[in-house]
């Protein structure tokens, strides 16, 4: 059983023991990656290593080896309740399954789990977006999943030439996979900065399908730069719905709690509360949790360029650099 879970490295150490000789070399070599990488697992891997650990020093023994140099070290830094896992920090990323890939990417190396908190659902606008799009000089996206609404619309018209201003950089990303080239995106991901920064030259009739929980700001800005707006409610964002005890105490396992929106906020703060620190990814998610009373609030400053400086913020903040 072992075999087939260990790396493969070990197991084909263990499988050579047919003599005195390849059994010393095994057991030497074992002995030396265990020092070299036991500090890079966790779980279920250091159980599997320690039970290594027993039969190492067995062999060892038997063998005339002597008291293996493992045995030398602080013993406490291998156990699984050691300080390396005490101080082990766990990330909570919490938008829609399915949707935190990229994400999770970015911050490949660190403690993360998916624990998604929002769901997103579709309602009527969604259905009669395709019969607007043509209608308009060009197309306002300002979210990921308003991207993937749009691109599902946008193919049922067989895919026209249509101008789009993305927020940012994660929603410019969304709609590239999907075909669409933005031709604007500002300089920060916020429907302020794109308000302010749209080229007039784009045209003056925009379609701008959203979430229903999105504010009327920016369509009030670009209508005071004589832009004349048309939005189109495509979806909404809901607490998810099936959630479990295991799910908040998982939640409760974390120290880090991440937010690409308020309504992600809302629910962790409802369902598991505000004791870990929350980092968020723009101004507007940063004032929700605040509201919410999380002690710890971290946002990137400066223009905000999407995911890039979320995922950059994350990593900061659980190695202990802000």
């Known amino acids: ?37 036991a500090m890079t697992f966790c779980g279920s891997q250091m159980t599997i290593l320690a039970l290594l650990l027993v039969c190492l020093c067995a062999s060892a023994f038997q063998l005339g080896l002597g008291m293996p140099r493992l045995l030398k070290t602080k013993i406490s830094r291998l156990s699984l309740g050691g300080p390396e896992m005490e101080n082990r920090v766990r990330i909570a990323v919490t938008r829609e399954k399915g949707t935190n890939q990229l994400l999770l990417e ?14 997103y659902l579709p309602i009527m606008g969604a259905g009669e977006l395709h019969d607007h799009i043509l209608q308009h000089d060009y197309v306002l996206i300002t979210s990921p999943h308003a991207a993937v609404v749009f691109e599902e619309a946008w193919k049922k018209i067989d895919s026209p030439s249509v101008k789009v201003a993305s927020v940012g950089g994660g929603t410019t990303k969304q709609l590239a996979a999907g075909g669409i080239i933005p031709v604007f995106q500002p300089s920060e991901a916020t429907g302020e900065a794109l308000a302010r920064e749209l080229p007039i030259s784009l045209g003056t009739k925009a379609l701008f399908p959203c979430s229903e929980l999105v504010d009327h700001r920016m369509k009030d800005r670009l209508a005071a730069r004589g832009i004349t707006v048309t939005r189109l409610d ?26 690409a929106s308020p309504s992600a906020a809302q629910c962790w703060a409802q369902r598991i509360g505000t004791d870990a620190k929350a980092v968020v990814i723009g101004p507007t998610t940063e004032a ?3 509201r919410l009373g999380f002690k710890e609030v971290y946002s990137p400053l400066g223009p905000s360029g999407g995911l890039e400086p979320f995922a950059k913020l994350i990593r900061d903040v659980a190695l202990g650099k802000c």
Request: charged share 20%; hydrophobic share 40%.
């Open 1 to 37: 059983y072992i075999l087939r879970i260990v790396p493969p490295k070990i197991g084909t150490m263990m499988e050579c023991g047919n003599s005195l000789e390849q059994s010393r070399v095994a057991i030497i070599e074992l002995q030396t990656l265990w020092e070299s990488t």
């Open 106 to 119: 970015s911050l490949s190396g660190l403690d993360c789990i998916e624990l998604p908190c929002i769901e």
């Open 234 to 259: 495509t979806y909404t964002t809901a607490p998810v719905q099936h959630w479990t005890k295991a799910m908040t105490e998982l939640g409760q396992s974390c120290q880090i709690a991440t937010f």
């Open 288 to 290: 929700e949790a605040r």
